[in-house]
T-cell receptor, first 111, second 114 residues
Framework: GENVEQHPSTLSVQEGDSAVIKCTYS??????FPWYKQELGKRPQLIID?????GEKKDQRIAVTLNKTAKHFSLHITETQPEDSAVYFC??????????FGQGTRLTINP | DGGITQSPKYLFRKEGQNVTLSCEQN?????MYWYRQDPGQGLRLIYY???????QKGDIAEGYSVSREKKESFPLTVTSAQKNPTAFYLC?????????????FGPGTRLTVL
């Protein structure tokens, strides 16, 4: 089955700098890759996703890139702000199969 | 994601007791999921159901049970066989076969064993 590895487990950046979180997946047939943000004590919420027929997707300050050959995808947050502090999860799925989540990255934005 | 509700928000259990966590959705989603989250940890899949009257074990099903008698409801019972049940429990759902396969989460139930 699918296995998703996420790095780093914790990340601390200065406000205004960029943050990058990386995930690798094992199933070459996976075709959907969402990213979720979870604030303390809250539910995970989808912030951006990408399908396998696209190499990059942007939404304001966040972007996701996908390298199908290497089987990895990354979340990029530019001009970080204090409200970006949260735990971020990547995930992968194949067709209608269930999502497989990475272990999460705790991002801290230092003022 | 406002269409998924979980109750109660906080739940306290004495050792040896079974407790049931509620999850309801009005999104007409086919598939529903239960995850467990421990402090500083990721999401671990307990059970999932892709259709009414059918469900499958996830990665950590021991000590838990579920039912799926209605499309809208997927209750999780934490039995006395679960030795360390204190955790944050999240329910989720999605539309089976949808592309993209976006999953929506409920607000969670925090279970504490006294």
């Amino acid at each position: 089955g699918e296995n998703v590895e996420q790095h780093p487990s914790t990340l601390s950046v200065q406000e205004g700098d960029s943050a990058v979180i990386k995930c690798t997946y094992s199933d070459s047939a996976s075709n959907y890759f969402p990213w979720y943000k979870q604030e303390l004590g809250k539910r995970p919420q989808l912030i951006i996703d990408i399908r396998s027929n696209v190499g990059e997707k942007k939404d304001q300050r966040i972007a996701v890139t996908l390298n199908k050959t290497a089987k990895h995808f990354s979340l990029h947050i530019t001009e970080t702000q204090p409200e970006d502090s949260a735990v971020y999860f990547c995930a992968a799925s194949r067709g209608a199969q269930k999502l497989v989540f990475g272990q999460g990255t705790r991002l801290t934005i230092n003022p | 994601d406002g269409g998924i509700t979980q109750s109660p928000k906080y739940l306290f259990r004495k050792e040896g007791q079974n407790v049931t966590l509620s999850c309801e959705q009005n999104l007409n989603h086919d598939a529903m999921y239960w995850y467990r989250q421990d402090p500083g940890q990721g999401l671990r899949l307990i059970y999932y159901s892709q259709i009414v009257n059918d469900f499958q074990k996830g990665d950590i099903a021991e000590g838990y049970s579920v039912s799926r008698e209605k499309k809208e409801s997927f209750p999780l019972t934490v039995t006395s066989a679960q030795k360390n049940p204190t955790a944050f429990y999240l329910c989720a759902s999605n539309l089976q076969g949808a592309v993209p396969n976006e999953q929506f989460f409920g607000p969670g139930t925090r279970l504490t064993v006294l």
